[in-house]
T-cell receptor, first 115, second 113 residues
Framework: AQSVTQLGSHVSVSEGALVLLRCNYS??????LFWYVQYPNQGLQLLLK??????LVKGINGFEAEFKKSETSFHLTKPSAHMSDAAEYFC?????????????FGTGTRLKVLA | KAGVTQTPRYLIKTRGQQVTLSCSPI?????VSWYQQTPGQGLQFLFE???????NKGNFPGRFSGRQFSNSRSEMNVSTLELGDSALYLC????????????FGQGTRLTVV
């Protein structure tokens, strides 16, 4: 069975400050991990993904995440927050069964950026 | 390359009615997945179709059903609507093989009154 835990349903940071959104996963098989962002009344946009290989993954808009197997974590970071980063962020896990696109999502973290 | 298209964007239905939502995936993609998003339950997997066959199914009652056509377009149907079915329904498109991510549409906002 797979699951995802996102710590902190709401996170506030000042513009220019570090963004850190936490995600821990549980998976009985090697996981594929994703971060998606959702703006109001919109669908989900992929920020980055980890499948295999390099554990530090760089995504769009300056975001990156590091896969740490020993900690079962995949935290999302951005060195300097921008007002446009205000949105809801979802961490997701799926199994490595080829072609299975059943994502298990975390409950989401709403990021607020303060001027 | 066109993205994932969901229609309609907004829908208001009455309890007891049924509704059909449509999703056109990215050209060449053969897998379509459906998710329900609510404030209380978050994002929950409904089902996935690949080459016109249901390949995976979530834990939803039989009132929720879907199908996929030969052109990969998919529809989901909810019968005997309940107030709790009010949600944003998201469709995700992917090639269906290999280790690639899913691309989401903008969703259909269903309100049941």
């Amino acid at each position: 069975a797979q699951s995802v835990t996102q710590l902190g349903s709401h996170v506030s940071v000042s513009e220019g400050a570090l963004v850190l959104l936490r995600c821990n996963y549980s998976s009985s098989v090697p996981p594929y991990l994703f971060w998606y962002v959702q703006y109001p009344n919109q669908g989900l946009q992929l920020l980055l993904k980890y499948t295999t290989g390099a554990t530090l993954v760089k995504g769009i808009n300056g975001f990156e995440a590091e896969f740490k197997k020993s900690e079962t974590s995949f935290h999302l970071t951005k060195p300097s927050a921008h007002m446009s980063d205000a949105a809801e962020y979802f961490c997701a896990v799926s199994g490595t069964t080829s072609g299975t696109y059943k994502y298990i999502f975390g409950t989401g973290t709403r990021l607020k950026v303060l001027a | 390359k066109a993205g994932v298209t969901q229609t309609p964007r907004y829908l208001i239905k009455t309890r007891g009615q049924q509704v059909t939502l449509s999703c056109s995936p990215i050209s060449g993609h053969r897998s379509v997945s459906w998710y329900q998003q609510t404030p209380g339950q978050g994002l929950q997997f409904l089902f996935e179709y690949f080459s016109e066959t249901q390949r995976n199914k979530g834990n939803f009652p039989g009132r929720f059903s879907g199908r996929q056509f030969s052109n990969s377009r998919s529809e989901m149907n909810v019968s005997t609507l309940e107030l709790g079915d009010s949600a944003l329904y998201l469709c995700a498109s992917s090639p269906g093989t290999g280790n690639t991510e899913a691309f989401f549409g903008q969703g259909t906002r269903l309100t049941v009154v």
